[in-house]
């Protein structure tokens, strides 16, 4: 696929990936369907490590099963048990990244909502609990605006009524 006017977008991609390295990183990168944010992705990350998650619309425990095998195989680690929960899957990458750089892009990051809304909360509890450790980017795409919208307002207004004010 040839890109057209999307030098800058890959570059700042991979400038977030360089800075990952040294500080977790999390990116939010959503629009209409069809213009290319899955490939884009790709294109800026192609040569580097990278666990591609796609969200299908299927049971969490099934998600989780085709989770935990691409990262048998893209990081060839060692997994014990069989997750049936995507809290538990997230853990175990960042788990991972305390000791290896991980690059983690979940693709259709809304359909969460459909499979368990608890996720999000599960998943911010996580990285707030291990981001400061772990040396991961992390991307999430998704192509209904308004559902990304609800989830990230949600969260960050979760996020600062738990924050003292000044």
């Known amino acids: 696929m040839k890109f057209f006017d999307r030098e800058q977008e890959i570059e700042k ?9 040294k500080v977790s990183q999390f990116t939010v990168i959503s629009g209409r369907r069809r213009i290319g944010k899955t490939s884009l ?28 095998e691409t990262i048998r195989q ?10 049936k929960r995507f809290a538990e899957v997230f853990r175990f990458v960042m788990e991972i990244a305390k000791k ?9 990051f ?9 996720i999000y909360s599960e998943m911010q509890d996580i990285w707030d609990s ?7 980017n992390l991307l999430v795409c998704g192509s209904v605006n ?6 990230f307002v949600t969260i960050k207004n979760l996020y600062m009524a ?5």
């Open 146 to 151: 308004a559902l990304l919208n609800k989830i």
């Open 13 to 21: 991609l991979r400038q977030i990936e360089e800075l990952s390295h």
């Open 100 to 108: 290896q750089h991980v690059t983690l892009v979940i693709d259709e």
């Open 41 to 68: 992705v790709k294109e800026a990350y192609r040569g580097f490590p990278l666990l591609y998650f796609f969200v299908a619309r299927k049971a969490e425990s099934e998600l989780c099963e085709t989770f935990i």
């Open 162 to 166: 738990g924050k003292p004010t000044r």
């Open 130 to 136: 291990n981001k400061n450790e772990a040396s991961v």
């Open 74 to 83: 893209m990081l060839d680690v060692p997994v014990a048990g069989s997750p």
């Open 110 to 118: 809304q359909e969460f909502y459909r499979v368990n809304r608890s």
